[in-house]
């Protein structure tokens, strides 16, 4: 996984440790599981919203095979995303 917003990046992990959240882990470890099942490369990269960011999925080729968002929906939700069941913490988002 390559990270191009490293700042963002340790704000979020700070956020999730300091409120006990698990599911940004639990989405970081899914990526790197996508990445692993369909040898490709996730890029994560900053997004407008708090916590947020924008990902996109790599072949080996370089062919973009999937992009989209981990999200953080706090409260109040500020990630401009829907969700059917309103939750908190971060979801991702294709």
């Known amino acids: 996984m390559v990270i191009r917003?490293?700042?963002?990046?340790?704000q979020a992990m700070e956020h999730?440790?300091?409120?006990?959240d698990?599911?940004?882990?639990?989405?970081?470890?899914?990526?790197?599981?996508l990445e692993t099942i369909h040898n490709s490369e996730i890029?994560?990269?900053y997004d407008r919203a708090p916590f947020s960011f924008y990902f996109e999925m790599h072949d080996k080729?370089?062919?973009?095979?999937r992009n989209?968002?981990?999200?953080?929906?706090?409260?109040?939700?500020?990630?401009?995303?829907f969700q059917m069941i309103p939750s908190t913490g971060w979801e991702i988002h294709t």
């Not at 999730?16 to 006990?20: I, L, V």
């Not at 698990?22 to 599981?33: A, E, F, M, P, V």
Request: proline share 2%; net charge neutral; aromatic share 6%.
């Open 5 to 10: 917003c490293e700042e963002r990046y340790q």
């Open 16 to 20: 999730a440790e300091m409120t006990g």
């Open 22 to 33: 698990k599911t940004l882990q639990k989405c970081i470890d899914s990526l790197k599981q």
């Open 43 to 45: 890029t994560l990269c």
């Open 61 to 65: 080729d370089g062919n973009r095979t």
């Open 68 to 81: 989209g968002g981990l999200l953080y929906h706090g409260n109040p939700d500020k990630s401009f995303a």
